[in-house]
Nanobody, 119 residues
Framework: QVQLVESGGGLVQSGGSLRLSCAAS????????MGWYRQASGKQRELVAA???????NYADSVKGRFTISRDNAKNMFYLQMNSLKPEDTAVYYC?????????????WGQGTQVTVST
């Protein structure tokens, strides 16, 4: 099995920055695609940013120009740099990854990290 663990969430004022990290573990051979999702209170979970197996990067319109997704293949980690944060960015952020592990494919979700933007 592949496990994902998010970190880096917290409380920040409007206009501030945070960097979220997602660590993947569990006999991983290759991560094909990864992404960040968020779910605000009372709302549906939405895609924030994704890095696809084709090498493209996609962002929700609401975060374009402010958020950047990146990866460190050697460490099986990926990140979401969030700048110019707004109160409407407040949500639980989840990482997701799919790829190949020893003996099978995988599709895994993290348990989420809270981001709260004040003011």
């Amino acid at each position: 099995q592949v496990q994902l663990v998010e970190s880096g969430g917290g409380l920040v004022q409007s206009g501030g920055s945070l960097r979220l990290s997602c660590a993947a573990s569990g006999s991983i051979l290759s991560i094909y695609a990864m992404g960040w999702y968020r779910q605000a209170s009372g709302k549906q979970r939405e895609l924030v940013a994704a890095h696809t197996s084709a090498g493209s990067t996609n962002y929700a319109d609401s975060v374009k120009g402010r958020f950047t997704i990146s990866r460190d293949n050697a460490k099986n980690m990926f990140y979401l740099q969030m700048n110019s944060l707004k109160p409407e960015d407040t949500a639980v952020y989840y990482c997701h990854a799919e790829g190949r592990r020893v003996g099978s494919l995988f599709n895994s979700w993290g348990q989420g990290t809270q981001v709260t933007v004040s003011t």
